[in-house]
């Protein structure tokens, strides 16, 4: 099975977990998607994160976080830049979103970071996703 867009791929694994209220699920791994899974943890969408190595393959543990009432903390994820429209914004345009509920997480030439840092440095860059 070949995947071309891994942080498409990562976003609907979590997604769909999340609707089927799973503790756990399973992403393939690369260092875009392993970074991104890290900024989920930090701003607390999810609750951790850790990369599996399976011998040559890696994968990526991911636990989803769940409120109260048992529904998943993530709102809404979307694809922002995909692979067919790369989608790229200075700094002045990722400074907040959602009312500063949500975030925007950005491939900037700092790494991939999420918009507050990338703000904060100056910088803008490619529109991976936004998360609220």
């Not at 990562?10 to 609707?19: K, P, V």
């Not at 951790?48 to 636990?63: A, L």
Request: hydrophobic share 35%; aromatic share 6%; net charge positive.
């Amino acid at each position: 099975m070949a995947i071309n867009d891994l942080v498409s791929d990562a976003l609907t694994r979590i997604r769909n977990a999340g609707m089927r209220r799973l503790d756990v699920t399973t992403l393939v791994h690369s260092k875009s998607v392993e970074a991104m899974a890290n900024i989920l943890v930090e701003k607390g969408y999810i609750d951790s994160c850790n990369v599996v190595q399976d011998g040559v393959k890696k994968t990526i543990n991911v636990v989803l976080k769940y409120n109260d009432e048992g529904k998943t903390v993530i709102n809404e994820m979307k694809r922002v830049s995909k692979p067919g429209r790369r989608v790229y914004k200075p700094k002045a345009e990722i400074k907040r979103f959602k009312n500063g509920y949500g975030t925007i997480i950005v491939s900037t030439s700092r790494g991939i970071l999420p918009n507050d840092k990338a703000y904060e440095l100056g910088i803008g860059g490619e529109v991976m996703c936004t998360i609220w």
